[in-house]
Structure formats: structure tokens, C-alpha cells
């Protein structure tokens, strides 16, 4: 059977995470000359060193990897067109999957405690199964077909990996010949333009072919040349691919992809700063340090627990597949954060001592607090990886940190993220910058909704599964949580693979004070004729939810979705409404009138100021992962699921709804918030205007879509407030031009202030007895950044 991972999936999560092993001991070349301190060094870091093979999780993971690479030897069939009979050599991700089980093999030789160490019949095996595919597949004399990754990517660096495990194995004409086929389809010029396929991560992986090639050629230049071409992968952008200022990581310029190209990018990184440190060809670029700062202002916000947040992972959130064994690939948030893990650890080796002991303390809360899948259980991460993870977790002097409460907010890929004590809080949204969502080579074909504001969260020490067990496959498309959609029928793969479609609008992104947020979506339907606009305000310990002017002529429903919660296999969670527990029977469903709050047991409470109609249904859904994704297992699986939602009916004209998420709350809890008519006020919420105030936290916010007044409140043109009046006398006010067009804009706070405390050089204030009016220079080169005004109030 052929591997259900994707193509960049195993290389991460095997050859790639392999990298992230200990770095070779000093001494361990010493008559060596500098080529072969390097390939040594290179091949300690793909099978990893330091590690007690007896021990666990080593022996487990090494017996693992004996028995896999025997079933890969015993159904390895070389003939005209294939070496393995389910993977036809005319398909170029068959190449790439036959190296990889090469690859499997090797290490298995190489590795002690698999059962095969040093066999010689095993290889023979492999270097027959080298030749066949150099003369069948990969040589000189072959031109490119299919994906253009697997001949550029994938298969070199896999073909490299394995050449410098069996170095001393391969005869000088086979090692020639591995090198030959790279140096055709991983030329210098593949690095001559920092453009298509060259960029971001792509650009990472083309210069680690060409470092490890040079190290086992001995060639200089193609070493320099590795070196130099990262270069234009450090500095920040401002559009396209790569890291923003405000921490923000796009592939495909339109696309947020931190937890997936970006983990590629950082592991690859990592895997080259460590090989080539002390050396005469070391990374010295300045600008290397803005790679060292991402790790804390790009991976680490979207880090929860262990696992990588879907909200910045695109196609891979489509990647999974049940285990048939204990070294099938899951795949999830959960393994994507596991490789994240591993790679943070390395790249401390190239960071400051201070770095890197912080980030070992990152890295070790994390792995402590990863209940639902423990990393150093995870069987898909390489032995280096694991290597080096236990290594942070056995070490004494690291003392493992807390995840941190506050906002997020990444106008650079429309992302936000919301951590307040116990839980954590994911906002996907989309604009003419950035995509809905992203399908290709037949991956994540019913993501369609994904950027239509999906609201994710986990607890601290609950639901960390909800999106990981098989959530993808099963939910609802049409119904993700947060989003607000029409049910018109959409085609798989809907827009055109890798057509990245983007909404035409523009006003998308907030404002926040590092601890709350006004955050803001002009909704357009993919395919359809949706229009909404939607607001989310994070708060203390929830996030109100807006959504206004909801309009459509599609001819179908339109809905609102509170909640779409994944109960597992066989949950039965408890859901109160207004106090009358609700029926548990899969298949019941409700229109629940005047409703003001409603519980799910051990999840959380949801709250509809003023009362509402819910709709709420508890359902068994199966699917399968070849529904998402045409690599994936057709295996059934079966979820429940408890959702909530707002139905707006067929054409709704300027329909409008709101309510509370409080994550983790209890029914106590939830009813006494509804019940306290006080502590939230709806101050607007149409096609002008969304806003609320919460006194009791002294938050007035407003997301202004034109020109306008709300209470206290007046923006000259459409723009982002939140007000924030701390009880001491100060207040923050927090302004954004999430249209990035606005040049003079002024906000008027109704509020007598004494002063201006602090405020950028480019606004200007006048504080009268009775109001201050803020007027701001030129945002549209402010990427929609919160501007930040502090006041003494009068």
C-alpha cells in the first residue's frame, strides 16, 4: 500500500525531523578535514546521537522502525517501471515515496536496536534499490514531470540523507551518480531568483539540498552558495512570502502557513545554521537574528499544549489518518506542534545562550503539558527528534514555562489569538490579502469556510483532542464554528486548486492592547452572494460575538454557527439550556426559543444577551479522510457532534445576531452572566456599525465599517477603537485602520481627558475639558497596525 502522507509530511515528520538529533561531539572527526566534519556532523543530526537505545521511548521507536523497514524490504519488487508494485514510477510522488522507504531502510542499518543493524543482506537490498531508481527514475537524463517539489525537493533530499548515512558503504560510482541526479534537477540557478517556487520555505529546502550535496561532493561553492541563497529568506516583508513585523508567516503569498511551511522553514533553518556553525561556510548574516525572533512572535503565539493551532496550517489540516498500527501517521495539530517542538530545540544551538534557555524552558512546558498526545510517545518523529526533545525534558536546570495569556493579533494574515488563564482561542479570517483556504494536489478540498471566521479553542486541561480526532473528516463543512455561511452547494475544491480564492474586501483585521481585542470581518461568500459583517471582542475570560447585516440571494439558507463541537467516538456531553438539561439521544434536535444561556458539560457556556432563537442538533457523523483528501485512507470514521446556530432563513435581508463564548465555563457560571443584565451593553450591531461596551471591565469598542458615531465614540472615516479606562485614572485607547487606506483619520472620545500620556509621533491630539480628538497620519503603510494612545482622564 502506498504511504498516506503527504509529500512534505514525511519529510518532516521523518528525514526532516530527523535533523533535529544532537549535533555531533567534539572530536568525533578529528583527523578529519572540514567536508567530513560536516557530513559526519550532518549525519549525527539524521539519526541522532546521546540517546540510551534500551531506554525509553528509544527501543520502542527503534523496534518500530526494524519492522517497518522489513515490510518495506519484503515487498520491494524491482522491475521496468516501479520498485515497489504500488508505486508506478511514472508518477513523481511514487519516486519521492520509494526514496522514503529507502530512506526507512537505511536507518533501520544504520540505527542500533532494530533488529536489522548491519545486516548485509538488508544492505544489498537497498543499494540495489538505489541503482534501480537512478537508472529508472532519477539520473541526468530524466527531465521533470508531475510535481515539480518531489524532483526538486522531496527526492534529493531524501537520496542526500540516505548517501550520507551509507557513505562509507556506497562505492565512489554510486555516490557520483546520487550527485549527478541532484546537481540536474537542484541546479545553482533553482536559487538565482528569489521568486515562485524559490521563496519561503521552498527557498530553505532547494539551499539544504544544495549545502548537503556540496558537503558529500566536497565542493565549496555549492556550500557558499547554500549559504548565501538563504539570505533573502530573513528579512521581513510586507507582502508576499515570509515573516511580517507583526510576527505573521505567508506561503503561497496569500495563505497564513506558519504551522506547516513555516515549520518546514524553521526546521530547515535549523537544521543548516547547526551544520554549518563554526565552520568557514557559517551563517553570519545579521538578519538571521529576525529568524531567532520568530520563534517567539511567530510560533510561539499559535503554540498550545503541544499541539500547532489549524488556524495557520492551510492544506495539512487535511492530513491524517486512523492508525492501523503503531507507526501509522496521524498527522493533526498535535503532530504538526511535536515537529515544531523538535526544531525549536535546535535551532537553540545556533541562538544566544539566553535564547536558547528560554526557549528549552518553551519547549519543556509544552511537552509537560501535552496530555492528549504526549510528544515523547509520538512514534512518527524520528529518533533524533526524540533525542532531543528528552534531552530538554530530562534537563534539571531547564525550568519548564507557563503559556502565557494575552492577544495576538496578525494583520499580516488576517489570524488572531486570544489566551486568557486556562484556555486558549483561534480567529481565521480572509480579505483580499489572504485566502478563504487552500486545495491542491488533492488536499483540503472541503476547507471552503475555513477563513469565513472559524472560531477554534481549547482548555488547559480539557478538549485539546476537539480538532485532532478527526474533526476534518466528519464535521459539517458548512457548519464550522464561528463562521457565518450560505448553504448553497459548493464542489470540492471549490475556486480551482491552488486558487487561493480571497474575498473582495478589504476592511479586515482590529485592534488590541496586547491583552484585549476589537477584531473585524467584512464577510463575502466563496462562490455566493453572502454578505455579513462580523465582530469578535476578546475579553477577560470570553469573546463576544457579532453578526450583522447578513444578507443573501443565493436562493439557501443562511446560518450562523455558535458551536460545532466535537463530542469524540461516543460522547454524550450534557447540554443545559436556560437550566433544563436537554435531551441526549443522537438525532435530537430543537428550535430553542427565548434562550439567554446554554452549557455543554466540560467544554463551556454560551450566552444570547437579550434572549434568542438557538437551533441545536446532537448528530453521529461519518466520513473519511480520502472525502478531504485524495491520499487519504477511505477507512470510515464516526464522530458526535452538539451544535448550536442561528438559522437566518433562505435570502435573508440585514439579519443580525450575537452571543458570548465563555470557554470552560459552567452552567453556575453561564446562567449568572446571562443573568447579569449590566455587565454587557450592545451598543450597535448593523451594517454601519458593531460595537459594545462592558463596564465592570471598562471596555467601550467599536468596529466603525463607514463613518460614524457610537455613544461615546466618533471616527471620521471606517476604522478599528478600542477603549480601554483602567480604574486608576489612564486610559488606553487602541485605533486601526484595518483598510490600510485611511490618511487623516480622526477619532473623537467624548470623555473629558486631563493629558496625553504617550502616543506615536504620527498622531496628534487635542484634549479639551470634555473630549479628545485623535487625528492620525498616514495608515495606509501601517499594515493595520494598532496604534496606541495613552490619556489621563480629566
Known amino acids: ?35 567530513d566534519t560536516l557530513r559526519l556532523r550532518w549525519r549525527d543530526m539524521v539519526l541522532g546521537t546521546g540517546f540510551d537505545p534500551a531506554g525509553a521511548p528509544f527501543a520502542e521507536k527503534l523496534a518500530l522502525l526494524g519492522t517497518q523497514a522489513t515490510g518495506f524490504r519484503s515487498t520491494m519488487a524491482p ?77 534529493p533530499q531524501t537520496l542526500l540523507d540516505i548517501s550520507t548515512i551509507l557513505y562509507d558503504q556506497l562505492s565512489a560510482t554510486q555516490l557520483a551518480n546520487h550527485l549527478a541526479a541532484v546537481d540536474r534537477f537542484v541546479p545553482d540557478s533553482t536559487v538565482a531568483q ?105 510560533f510561539a503565539p499559535f503554540l498550545y499544549n503541544g499541539l500547532m493551532m489549524d488556524a495557520v496550517s492551510g492544506r495539512s ?35 544566544s545562550a539566553a535564547e536558547n534557555q528560554r526557549w528549552r524552558g518553551l519547549v519543556k512546558g509544552w511537552t509537560q503539558r501535552d496530555y492528549y498526545s504526549p510528544v515523547l510517545t509520538d512514534t512518527d518523529l524520528s529518533v533524533a527528534a526524540l ?63 475555513a477563513g469565513a471566521g472559524m472560531l477554534q479553542w481549547w482548555g488547559n486541561t480539557y478538549a485539546n483532542g476537539q480538532y485532532t480526532d478527526a474533526f476534518w473528516p466528519t464535521v459539517d463543512p458548512y457548519r464550522l464554528p464561528g463562521t457565518t455561511v450560505s448553504k448553497k452547494a459548493l464542489a470540492d475544491a471549490e475556486g480551482g486548486a491552488w486558487g487561493l480564492p480571497r474575498p473582495d474586501v478589504n476592511w479586515v483585521g482590529g485592534a488590541t492592547d496586547g491583552e484585549y481585542a476589537a477584531l473585524g470581518q467584512f464577510i463575502r461568500g466563496l462562490s455566493s452572494t453572502l454578505y455579513a459583517k462580523k465582530s469578535w471582542f476578546c475579553l477577560a475570560d470570553s469573546v463576544v460575538c457579532l ?31 436556560n437550566g433544563a438539561a436537554q435531551p441526549t439521544a443522537l438525532g435530537w434536535s430543537a428550535t430553542l426559543t427565548g434562550t439567554t444561556w446554554a452549557q455543554i458539560a466540560g467544554h463551556g457556556g454560551y450566552v444570547f444577551p437579550g434572549g434568542a432563537t438557538v437551533r441545536a442538533l446532537r448528530e453521529a457523523r461519518t466520513g473519511s479522510w480520502r472525502d478531504i483528501n485524495t491520499g487519504g485512507a477511505t477507512d470510515p470514521v464516526t464522530r458526535r457532534y452538539l451544535t448550536l446556530w442561528f ?49 465592570s471591565l471598562g471596555v467601550t469598542a467599536v468596529n466603525f465599517w463607514f463613518a460614524g458615531t457610537v455613544g461615546t465614540l466618533t471616527a471620521s472615516a471606517p476604522a478599528c477603537v478600542l477603549v480601554r479606562e483602567h480604574g486608576d485614572g489612564t486610559a488606553t485607547l487602541c485605533v486601526s485602520d484595518p483598510m490600510r487606506m485611511q490618511n487623516g483619520l480622526t477619532v473623537t472620545w467624548n470623555r473629558p481627558v486631563a493629558s496625553v500620556v504617550s502616543k506615536p509621533a504620527t498622531v496628534t491630539s487635542a484634549a479639551t475639558g470634555s473630549a479628545l480628538t485623535l487625528t492620525f497620519g498616514d495608515l495606509t503603510g501601517k499594515a493595520g497596525a494598532t496604534q496606541k494612545i495613552r490619556v489621563a482622564l480629566g
Open 1 to 35: 500500500m502506498s504511504t498516506p502522507w503527504s509529500r512534505r509530511s514525511f519529510l518532516l515528520r521523518s528525514t526532516g525531523a530527523a535533523l533535529l538529533g544532537t549535533t555531533a561531539q567534539a572530536g568525533t572527526a578529528c583527523a578529519a578535514d572540514a567536508y
Open 79 to 155: 522491475v521496468s517501471g516501479s520498485l515497489w508494485p504500488d508505486l508506478p514510477l511514472t508518477a513523481s510522488s511514487s519516486i519521492t515515496t520509494s526514496y522514503y522507504r529507502l530512506s526507512t531502510m537505511a536507518q533501520a542499518y544504520a540505527q542500533p536496536g532494530t533488529g536489522l543493524t548491519g545486516a548485509t543482506a538488508l544492505l544489498t537490498d537497498i543499494k540495489a534499490g538505489l541503482d534501480h531508481l537512478h537508472a529508472q527514475a532519477y539520473n541526468p537524463s530524466k527531465s521533470p514531470f508531475g510535481n515539480w517539489w518531489d524532483f526538486q525537493i522531496g527526492s
Open 194 to 298: 528569489y521568486t515562485g517556487t524559490s521563496t519561503g520555505a521552498n527557498r530553505v529546502d532547494l539551499c539544504r539540498s544544495l549545502a548537503v550535496r556540496g558537503v558529500l561532493g566536497r565542493n565549496a561553492a555549492k556550500i557558499a552558495l547554500a549559504r548565501d541563497a538563504l539570505s533573502p529568506v530573513f528579512p521581513l516583508v510586507t507582502s508576499g512570502d515570509g515573516f511580517y513585523a507583526d510576527g505573521s508567516f505567508v506561503q503561497h503569498t496569500h495563505l497564513s502557513y506558519t504551522g506547516s511551511y513555516g515549520a518546514v522553514l524553521l526546521g530547515g533553518l535549523a537544521g543548516l545554521f547547526s551544520l554549518l556553525s563554526g565552520s568557514a561556510w557559517a551563517v553570519t548574516d545579521p538578519d538571521r537574528q529576525l529568524v531567532l525572533d520568530a520563534v517567539e512572535k511567530s
Open 317 to 351: 489540516t487535511s492530513r491524517g489518518n486512523p492508525r492501523t498500527n503503531t507507526y501509522g501517521f496521524q498527522g493533526g495539530d498535535h503532530g504538526r506542534g511535536h515537529g515544531v517542538l523538535a526544531s525549536i530545540a535546535l535551532l537553540g544551538t545556533a541562538a
Open 387 to 449: 533525542a532531543r526533545i528528552k534531552a530538554v525534558q530530562d534537563d534539571g536546570a531547564v525550568t519548564a514555562i507557563a503559556e502565557p495569556t494575552g492577544h495576538g493579533l496578525f494583520p499580516g494574515m488576517d489570524r488572531a489569538v486570544h489566551r486568557r488563564p486556562g484556555w486558549a482561542a483561534s480567529i481565521s479570517m480572509a480579505s483580499k490579502r489572504m485566502g478563504l483556504y487552500e486545495t491542491g494536489n488533492g488536499e483540503n478540498l472541503r476547507g471552503w469556510h
Open 547 to 577: 453578526a450583522g447585516s447578513v444578507r443573501s440571494t443565493d436562493g439557501t439558507a443562511v446560518e450562523t454557527v455558535v458551536e460545532n463541537r466535537n463530542l469524540g467516538a461516543a460522547g454524550s456531553h450534557a447540554l443545559t439550556v
Open 647 to 695: 438559522d437566518h432563513g433562505v435570502d435573508p435581508v440585514d439579519a443580525a445576531c450575537s452571543y458570548v463564548l465563555m470557554p470552560g465555563a459552567t452552567a453556575a457560571a453561564t446562567a449568572a452572566r446571562a443573568a447579569d443584565g449590566g455587565w454587557l451593553t450592545l451598543l450597535a450591531n448593523d451594517n454601519a456599525r458593531q460595537a459594545i461596551a462592558v463596564p
